[in-house]
């Protein structure tokens, strides 16, 4: 379908991001490992070829790893929205998202993830550091969904790693959401940019959350 080349287009990024995309991977399994995690299931999503599960192998960590896209580019690889994962509630322990936070809805991602979460499980978000309009409203809007906020790591300047712990099972639906973007509104009111991006928006959780992570531009090199 178009929806599926379009991501199969996205997935492969320019020569001069592929190396930043392994570092990113590297990074982010020194990060998984580093949750004093042993066990249980990892869901990588939106993995790509899925190179973070052949890594994670490798450490011997995780009794079990599954990895999601919307393309399978991987015979490992299950295909699917990660919005709508076909997991149980409650039935893994971490779940990553390596440079995969990429569409307007990705706020729908992170809900799916904390649906599939087992509380006292980890959520590891690794993304470019300039699509970060507010980094610390991007934390508050994650936690309000019913987590604790770990660590903050900038291995270099491309790379943000944000580890996040479930703490309690949220009720969340899409109203809630709103309610969470109205109140995380409040720290940006005097944001130049906010006001000018909300001058003829709606101030909704699809929006708010599009606004908080930027889209990311590739530069030619």
């Known amino acids: 379908t178009y929806c599926q080349f379009f991501f199969l287009m996205i997935r492969r990024p320019p020569r001069s991001t592929q190396s930043r995309s392994s570092?990113?991977?590297?990074?982010?399994?020194?990060?998984?490992?580093?949750?004093?995690?042993?066990?249980?299931?990892?869901?990588d999503l939106g993995c790509g070829e899925g190179a973070l599960q052949k890594k994670l192998e490798e450490a011997n960590v995780f009794d079990k790893i599954m990895s999601f896209d919307l393309v399978k580019l991987k015979d490992f690889v299950i295909e699917?929205?990660?919005?709508?994962?076909?997991?149980?509630?409650?039935?893994?322990?971490?779940?990553?998202?390596?440079?995969?936070?990429?569409?307007?809805?990705?706020?729908?991602?992170i809900v799916e993830a904390t649906r599939v979460l087992e509380v006292n499980g980890y959520l590891v978000i690794a993304e470019v550091t300039s699509r970060f309009k507010s980094l610390k409203a991007f934390v508050k809007l994650v936690k309000q969904l019913g987590y604790s906020f770990v660590k903050h790591i900038e291995p270099n300047t491309f790379?943000?790693?944000?580890?996040?712990?479930?703490?309690?099972?949220?009720?969340?639906?899409?109203?809630?959401?709103?309610?969470?973007?109205?109140?995380?509104?409040?720290?940006?009111?005097?944001?130049?940019?906010?006001?000018?991006?909300?001058?003829?928006?709606?101030?909704?959780?699809?929006?708010?959350?599009?606004?908080?992570?930027?889209?990311?531009?590739?530069?030619?090199?």
């Open 80 to 109: 699917c929205d990660i919005s709508e994962l076909p997991l149980k509630k409650g039935s893994a322990h971490v779940c990553v998202f390596c440079l995969s936070l990429m569409g307007k809805n990705y706020i729908e991602f």
């Open 159 to 221: 790379f943000n790693v944000l580890v996040f712990k479930k703490v309690k099972n949220e009720k969340i639906n899409l109203n809630a959401i709103v309610a969470i973007s109205s109140k995380n509104a409040e720290t940006l009111k005097n944001d130049v940019g906010f006001l000018e991006y909300f001058k003829d928006k709606e101030l909704n959780y699809y929006n708010y959350s599009a606004y908080l992570l930027q889209p990311c531009l590739y530069k030619r090199r």
């Open 23 to 43: 570092a990113a991977s590297d990074v982010y399994k020194r990060q998984v490992v580093s949750t004093q995690s042993t066990g249980g299931m990892l869901c």
